[in-house]
């Protein structure tokens, strides 16, 4: 058996070969909406029709970046997470198979870092803040070359105080808005707007309606920054004391 060994590692890389073209040839022969992708050699983003190939009924979206990165703001729940994570996940797929699920998707050839999964390690004693700090930092050191990046970042330093948080968010992100390199942050600050328009980020949202004490969303992305938010409309539909609501839209005003 020992005498195998190469043998059997071959025979496996061929399943997966094989395996891979099958899945490949199944989304291409399915009804879904696909395109190729088209690489250009600028720091530019246009994307038509985009949606999350994994969510059932999924809204499409457009975005359109030249020379910027994204700043994307708006209510909990609303979607903005998963748009920065459906564009990555269509950026992957574009520079693997050569399939994107939108109708049009044209991007530079990105190296692709992100900081949407972060946690506490209590294995090594490194708080959620610090474990964020050791990423942003490699992505920091990553910035510094030529090759056109991609960084996909979620809620920066959410792990610390508000006024520090904007400082070091404001400063990080221009930072890594240099050269070819594309940002793509969601945030609930909505300081960070006025802080970084001016540092060639477009400002994006997302936004709710509410209808019969029901909070209505229809995940379609708009230009500029939200009029509103709906955390406090949250506690007052999940029946929180009136006098907390009362107290809370008091301090806002």
Do not use: W
């Not at 600028?42 to 985009?50: D, I, Q």
């Not at 729940?77 to 699920?101: D, E, H, P, W, Y």
């Not at 229809?218 to 939200?226: E, L, V």
């Amino acid at each position: 058996m020992e005498n195998k060994k190469e043998d059997i590692k071959s025979l496996f890389l061929f399943i997966g070969e094989i395996d891979s073209a099958i899945s490949c040839a199944s989304i291409l022969n399915s009804e879904k909406n696909l395109c190729n992708p088209t690489f250009v050699d600028k720091k530019e983003v246009f994307s038509e029709g985009l949606y999350h190939p994994l969510i059932k009924d999924c809204t499409r979206n457009n975005l359109n970046l030249v020379n910027k990165s994204l700043l994307l703001t708006g209510s909990n729940m609303s979607g903005k997470t998963t748009f920065i994570r459906t564009f990555s996940v269509n950026a992957i797929l574009g520079q693997t198979v050569n399939i994107c699920f939108a109708s049009k998707f044209e991007i530079p050839f990105f190296k692709i870092y992100s900081t949407i999964r972060i946690s506490d390690d209590l294995i090594n004693n490194t708080s959620y803040y610090l474990e964020e700090v050791v990423r942003i930092k490699e992505l920091i050191e990553v910035s510094k070359k030529d090759d056109f990046c991609l960084f996909v970042i979620d809620e920066l330093f959410k792990g610390t105080n508000t006024a520090e948080r904007l400082a070091a968010g404001k400063s990080i992100l221009s930072y890594l808005n240099k050269k070819n390199h594309i940002v793509m942050v969601s945030t609930h600050d909505l300081e960070l707007t006025d802080l970084l328009k001016k540092k060639n980020f477009e400002l994006y949202h997302f936004s709710e309606t509410i209808e019969n004490e029901k909070l209505l969303f229809d995940y379609k992305i708009k230009p500029g920054k939200p009029k509103s938010g709906n955390a406090i409309k949250i506690l007052d539909l999940y029946d929180y004391p009136k006098e907390i609501i009362d107290n809370a839209r008091i301090g806002i005003e």
